[in-house]
C-alpha cells in the first residue's frame, strides 16, 4: 500500500523534475555540435525560477480562458505522468485510464492552448494555433495507429500491461510490425513536440512559428506553467516511446533496488534519444509548411502497413 | 406495474396532443398560447421519462393494443427495451427543448404566429415518440410520415425568407423518397409473413425463411430509406440546409433526437427483421458510417454559418453512431455475441451523447442568434464578455463534442476504439484490415473535430467583437440559460458516471443480443471506484477527475506560496506597434486555411479577388475577397440524377395528352392486363 502511493509520487517528482533538464540537454548538445559553447544544462531552471518571481501582463482582450489555459495545459500533463510507466512497469493509478485517455488529455491541452493563442486579437496567436491543429490532425490518426498494433501486439492498451509483456517477451518487438510502429511514432514525436522539421522551438518568427506562436502572449506565471508543461510533453512522450520500444531494465516491481536501477538505466536511455533528436534537428532544415502533411503522411502510411502486415501475420 | 407504466405513456401522449390544440384556442392571446402548449410538452415529457425510467429500470416490455370496431388498421404499440431507451432520449431533450423554447419564443413575438409553433411543436414530439413505440408497419409509415410533415412545417416556420421554403422543400422531397423505399421493404417482407397484419411480430420471424436475394434487396432499400433522415453521405444534402432554417428551439430536437430515430429504423431492421445478417451488411454498414463520420467533419471545417456547421457536425456524430451499429452487426454475424453487445453499447452510449451535446450547442447558437441577430461567426467575436454564462456553456458543449476528457463524448468514443480494437478475433482478414481502417478515419475525425469547435468557439466568442451586432449583445433570458445548464451538467454527468449509462444501455443489449456483458465490463479496483473494463484496458473518468483537481488544488498551493501576491498587470496586445483592431484578428476562414489546401481535392477551393480602384491602378477604392468550396455531391451525384430524372419525365410526356378520353382507355386497358394477370 505505501509502494502504492509512493510510486506515483515519485513518478511525479521525476517528470516534474527532470523535464527541463531534457530540454537543457537538447540545447546544449545542439550548440556543442553547431561549436558554440551554449547555454548550461540548467539554463532553463533558471528561466523557471525568474518566471516564476515575475507578474504577469495579461492582454485587456483576453478572457478568463487565458487565465485559465496554463494551469489545464499543466494539470493535464501531469495526470498523464501519474499514468505513464516511468520507472517501474507496474503503475498503481494504471485504472484510471490507457493510452487513448493520454492521447485525448495532450488534447486537451491542445484545445486550450489554440483557444489561448486565438483569445488575445492578435494575428499571429492565430496563425499559430491554427497550424497547431493541422499539425497535430495529422498526426493524430498515425499515432493512433501506432498505439493500436502495440496494442494488438500485447492484448492490451493499458501502458503498464504493454510495457511488461514487453519486458517479459521481449521476442515480440522483433515483430516487423513493431518496427514500423516504432518509426511512424518517431516521426509523431517529432512533429507532437514541435522540433525541426516540423517546427522551430528556437525562433518566434512570424514564418515558423508554430507551436512558440501560441504562447506568444504568455508571461510570467503563465509562460512558466506552459513552458514547463510543453517540456514535460517532451520528456513525457520519450519514456511512452523508450518504454514501450526498449522497455529493459525498468522494474518490473516495486523494489527499491530495482527503481534505483531502474532510475540509471532510464536516464541514460532518454539520454540517448534526446540526442538522436539532436542529430535528426542537426541534420534537416525545417521544411516548408504544407510539406509537413507530407511527412505526417508518411508516418500513416507506416502505421497502416504496421496494423496491416500484424493482421497478415497473424 | 405494466399497467401503471403504460398509463404513464398514453397520459403522456395525450398531453402532448392536448398541448397542441389548447395552444390554436388562444386567439387573441398568441403567447399565453404558446406557452401554455409549451409548458403542457415540458410536463408530457416528464411522464414520458418516468415511463421511460421504469420500464427499462425493471426490463419491462409493455404491449400497448388499441382495438378499434373493424378496424383495418392494427394500431399496436410497443415497449420494449429498445424503444424505452429511445424514448428516453427523445422525451429528456424535449423537456429541456420545451423549458428553452419558452424564452426562445419571444423572438417571434408579433413577427410570427407562435400559436402555430406551439402546435406543431408539440405533435412533433409525440410523433416521435409513437415512431419509436410503432408495432405495425402500417402505424409506423403513418406516424413517421406524420414526424416529416410535422417537422417540414417547422423548418419553414419563417417563411418568408426564400431559403427556408427551399431547404424545407428539398427536406420534404428527399424525406419522401425516403418513405417510399420503407414501404417497399416493408411490401416484400410482407409477402413472407403470411399474414394481412403488418404486425411487426410477423416481421420478426420473416428472416429466416426470406430468400438471401429479397433480403439484400430490403437490407439496402432500408439503408437508403433510413439513410436520408440519418443524413448519411451522400443523402446528406437536406440536411444541412434544413436544420439550420429551422428555429433553434427546433433545431435542437431535430439534429438531437429526430435523425437517431433512423438509427432505431436500422436496429430493428438489421437486429430483429432481417437476421441473420451476412457478414457484408456490417461491413457496408461500416464503411457507410465511416464516411459519413469523415466527410461530415470535413465540410463542417470550412463552414462559417454556425447552425450549418452544427448540422454538418450531426452527420459526423450520427456517422460514428452508425459505426458502432456496423461493428456490432459484424460480430453478430461471425457469432460474437459479447463483442457484439461491446458495440452496440458504444454505439447507443455515443447517440444519447450526440443528443445531448448536440442540443446544448445548438441551443447555445440559438442564443447566439437572439443576442446577435447574426449566425454568421465572422461577425462574431468577444461574445465571451458578453453572453458570460453562455460562454462556458458552448465551451463545455465544444470540449464534449471534441471527445476531450472528462466529458461525455469521450467515453463513448473509447467504447468505439475498444470495439475497434477487438475487431481482430474476426476470422476475415480483410474485414479485419476494414475496421481498422475505420479506427484510423475515427481518430482523424476526432482531431478534425476538435479543430472545428476550437474555431466555433475561439472565433465567436473570443478575442474582440467583429461588427455592431456582436458588440451590442446581450446576455438571453435566464429560461434559456438554466435549461442548457441543465443539458452542460448531463454531460459532465454521462462523462464521470459511465457505469450508471451502460447499465441501462445493457438491459437494451439483454433485449436484443441476449448477452449480459456488464458484469465483464465493470469491476471494482483498489481505490473502490468503478471503473469500465474491456479486454484490453480499463478506464476511470471518476479516478482522473478526482486526480485532476487534487493535482490543481498542489499547483496552486505551491504557486501561492511562492509567490503570494501574483499581479496582473492588464495591456493591449502587441500588434507591432499599432493599435489592436478587429480587422487584425484571424478569421474562420484564416484559421480553416491549411485544411482546405491540404484536403483541396475535395473542397476545390475557389477564391476570387475583385479590387476597384479610385485612380486605375494607383489607388485601391475596395477589395471584395470571395471564398468557397465546391459543392462536388451536388455536381456529381445529385444534378447527374436530377437530369436523369427529367429526361426520363421527358421521354414518357407524350403520353399525358390531356384528353380525358385517351385516360379514360388507359384505366380500360390497365383494368384488363390486370385482370388476365389476376386469372392466371
Redesign the interface.
Known amino acids: 500500500m505505501t509502494a502504492?502511493i509512493i510510486l506515483p509520487i515519485l513518478q511525479i517528482l521525476v517528470v516534474v523534475g527532470f523535464s527541463p533538464l531534457v530540454k537543457g540537454f537538447i540545447n546544449k548538445i545542439e550548440a556543442r555540435l553547431q561549436c558554440r559553447r551554449g547555454a548550461s544544462m540548467f539554463q532553463p531552471y533558471y528561466n523557471l525560477v525568474k518566471l516564476?518571481?515575475k507578474?504577469?501582463?495579461?492582454?485587456?482582450?483576453?478572457?478568463?480562458?487565458f487565465?485559465a489555459t496554463p494551469?489545464i495545459t499543466?494539470?493535464?500533463v501531469?495526470?498523464i505522468s501519474?499514468l505513464v510507466p516511468v520507472l517501474s512497469s507496474q503503475v498503481?493509478?494504471n485504472?484510471?485510464?490507457?493510452i487513448?485517455?493520454i492521447i485525448?488529455?495532450f488534447?486537451?491541452a491542445?484545445?486550450f492552448l489554440?483557444?489561448t493563442s486565438?483569445?488575445?486579437?492578435?494575428?499571429f496567436?492565430?496563425?499559430g494555433?491554427?497550424?497547431e491543429?493541422?499539425v497535430?490532425?495529422?498526426a493524430?490518426?498515425a499515432?493512433?495507429?501506432s498505439f493500436?498494433t502495440v496494442?494488438?501486439t500485447v492484448?492490451?492498451?493499458?501502458l503498464s500491461?504493454i510495457t511488461s509483456t514487453l519486458l517479459n517477451n521481449s521476442i515480440l518487438l522483433l515483430n516487423p510490425s513493431l518496427i514500423l510502429a516504432f518509426a511512424a511514432l518517431t516521426i509523431v514525436l517529432i512533429a507532437e513536440t514541435g522540433r525541426i522539421p516540423v517546427d522551430n522551438p528556437f525562433t518566434h518568427l512570424e514564418l515558423t512559428m508554430i507551436h512558440e506562436g501560441m504562447m506568444l502572449?504568455f508571461s510570467?506565471?503563465y509562460l512558466a506553467l506552459v513552458e514547463w508543461a510543453s517540456s514535460m510533453k517532451l520528456l513525457l512522450l520519450l519514456t511512452i516511446l523508450v518504454n514501450i520500444f526498449f522497455p529493459w531494465g525498468i522494474a518490473g516491481g516495486l523494489t527499491f533496488s530495482g527503481l534505483i536501477i531502474a532510475f540509471a538505466l532510464y536516464v541514460v536511455k532518454i539520454g540517448f534519444f534526446a540526442f538522436l533528436i539532436v542529430i535528426v534537428e542537426m541534420s534537416f532544415a525545417k521544411i516548408r509548411?504544407?510539406r509537413i502533411?507530407n511527412l505526417l503522411g508518411t508516418a500513416?502510411i507506416l502505421?497502416?502497413l504496421a496494423?496491416?502486415s500484424l493482421?497478415?501475420v497473424? | 406495474m405494466v399497467e401503471h407504466t403504460s398509463h404513464l405513456f398514453v397520459i403522456s401522449i395525450i398531453l402532448y396532443f392536448a398541448g397542441s390544440l389548447f395552444a390554436l384556442c388562444f386567439y387573441g392571446w398568441q403567447r399565453v398560447g404558446n406557452y401554455i402548449s409549451l409548458i403542457l410538452a415540458a410536463i408530457a415529457s416528464c411522464f414520458s421519462i418516468a415511463t421511460a425510467v421504469v420500464a427499462l429500470s425493471d426490463g419491462l416490455t409493455i404491449r400497448l393494443d388499441f382495438t378499434v370496431y373493424h378496424a383495418i388498421i392494427k394500431y399496436n404499440f410497443l415497449l420494449d427495451p429498445v424503444s424505452t431507451y429511445f424514448i428516453l432520449a427523445i422525451s429528456v431533450i424535449g423537456f429541456v427543448a420545451a423549458v428553452y423554447s419558452i424564452g426562445y419564443t419571444r423572438l417571434y413575438v408579433n413577427k410570427c404566429d407562435t400559436r402555430f409553433l406551439g402546435f406543431t411543436y408539440n405533435i412533433f414530439l409525440a410523433s416521435m415518440l409513437l415512431v419509436v413505440t410503432a408495432n405495425n408497419a402500417v402505424v409506423f409509415m403513418i406516424v413517421w410520415e406524420l414526424m416529416t410533415v410535422v417537422s417540414f412545417f417547422l423548418v419553414i416556420y419563417e417563411h418568408e425568407n426564400p431559403a427556408n421554403m427551399k431547404a424545407g422543400f428539398m427536406y420534404l422531397i428527399m424525406a419522401h423518397i425516403g418513405a417510399v423505399l420503407l414501404s417497399v421493404a416493408f411490401f416484400i417482407m410482407f409477402a413472407y409473413t403470411g399474414t394481412w397484419d403488418f404486425g411487426f411480430d410477423d416481421f420478426r420471424k420473416v428472416g429466416s425463411h426470406m430468400p438471401l436475394i429479397y433480403k439484400n434487396v430490403v437490407f439496402f432499400l432500408v439503408i437508403i430509406g433510413f439513410g436520408i433522415k440519418a443524413g448519411i453521405f451522400p443523402l446528406h444534402l437536406w440536411l444541412p440546409m434544413a436544420h439550420p432554417a429551422a428555429p433553434s428551439n427546433v433545431s435542437m430536437v431535430m439534429s438531437g433526437v429526430m435523425i437517431k430515430t433512423a438509427i432505431y429504423g436500422f436496429i430493428r431492421f438489421y437486429f430483429e427483421f432481417l437476421t441473420p445478417c451476412p457478414p457484408w451488411w456490417g461491413v457496408v454498414v461500416l464503411i457507410i458510417g465511416a464516411s459519413s463520420a469523415l466527410l461530415g467533419i470535413l465540410y463542417a471545417l470550412t463552414e462559417r454559418d454556425i447552425k450549418t456547421l452544427l448540422a454538418y457536425s450531426s452527420i459526423e456524430n450520427n456517422g460514428i453512431i452508425i459505426i458502432g451499429i456496423g461493428l456490432s452487426m459484424i460480430f453478430k454475424s461471425y457469432n460474437l455475441m459479447a463483442l457484439s453487445s461491446l458495440a452496440m453499447m458504444a454505439g447507443l452510449y455515443h447517440l444519447v451523447n450526440h443528443a445531448v451535446f448536440k442540443s446544448l450547442l445548438f441551443g447555445c447558437a440559438g442564443n447566439i442568434y437572439y443576442a446577435t441577430h447574426t449566425k454568421n461567426i465572422e461577425e462574431l467575436g468577444g461574445l465571451i464578455k458578453r453572453l458570460r454564462v453562455t460562454a462556458p456553456l458552448f465551451l463545455v458543449g465544444a470540449l464534449a463534442i471534441s471527445a476531450i476528457p472528462p466529458l461525455n463524448g469521450f467515453l463513448s468514443e473509447w467504447l468505439i476504439f475498444q470495439s475497434i480494437l477487438n475487431g481482430f478475433h474476426i476470422p476475415s482478414v480483410i474485414v479485419k484490415i476494414i475496421t481498422i481502417i475505420c479506427g484510423a478515419v475515427v481518430a482523424l475525425t476526432g482531431a478534425l473535430v476538435a479543430t472545428c469547435f476550437v474555431k466555433a468557439f475561439g472565433i465567436s466568442f473570443l478575442a474582440m467583437p467583429r461588427s455592431d451586432h456582436a458588440k451590442k449583445a446581450k446576455e438571453v433570458p435566464v429560461i434559456m440559460l438554466v435549461s442548457m445548464g441543465l443539458l452542460a451538467s448531463l454531460c459532465v454527468f454521462l462523462g464521470i458516471f459511465p457505469v450508471k449509462v451502460m447499465m441501462v444501455i445493457n438491459s437494451v443489449n439483454i433485449h436484443l443480443l441476449n448477452t449480459n456483458i456488464l458484469p465483464a465490463i465493470t469491476s471494482y479496483d483498489w481505490l473502490h471506484t468503478k471503473s469500465v473494463q474491456t479486454n484490453f484496458t480499463e478506464i476511470s473518468p471518476k479516478s482522473a477527475t478526482v486526480l485532476g483537481l487534487m493535482l490543481l488544488a498542489v499547483t496552486f498551493g505551491v504557486l501561492t506560496l511562492i509567490k503570494p501576491r501574483f499581479v496582473k498587470k492588464i495591456y493591449e496586445t502587441w500588434t507591432c506597434g499599432i493599435s489592436p483592431e478587429p480587422r487584425l484578428e484571424y478569421t474562420a476562414t484564416a484559421f480553416t486555411r491549411p485544411f482546405k489546401t491540404i484536403f483541396s481535392n475535395l473542397y476545390r477551393p475557389q477564391s476570387e479577388v475583385r479590387t476597384e480602384y479610385s485612380v486605375p491602378n494607383f489607388f485601391v477604392k475596395s477589395m471584395t475577397y470571395v471564398s468557397d468550396v465546391a459543392p462536388i455531391f451536388e455536381k456529381y451525384f445529385y444534378s447527374p440524377v436530377a437530369q436523369f430524372v427529367l429526361s426520363m419525365s421527358n421521354m414518357v410526356r407524350w403520353v399525358h395528352t390531356g384528353s380525358i378520353h385517351i385516360y379514360l382507355t388507359y384505366i380500360f386497358i390497365t383494368l384488363i392486363i390486370l385482370i388476365l394477370f389476376v386469372g392466371k
Open positions: 502504492e516564476f518571481r507578474d504577469a501582463v495579461v492582454s485587456e482582450t483576453s478572457s478568463w480562458i487565465r494551469y499543466f494539470i493535464s501531469l495526470i501519474l498503481p493509478l485504472f484510471t485510464g490507457d487513448i485517455l485525448y488529455l488534447a486537451l491542445r484545445f489554440v483557444l486565438l483569445d488575445t486579437g492578435s494575428a496567436g492565430g496563425m494555433g491554427s497550424r491543429m493541422m497535430s490532425s495529422m493524430e490518426p499515432m493512433i495507429l493500436f496494442a494488438l492484448n492490451s492498451t493499458n500491461n502572449e510570467g506565471r509548411l504544407f502533411p500513416f502505421s497502416i496494423v496491416i493482421y497478415v497473424r
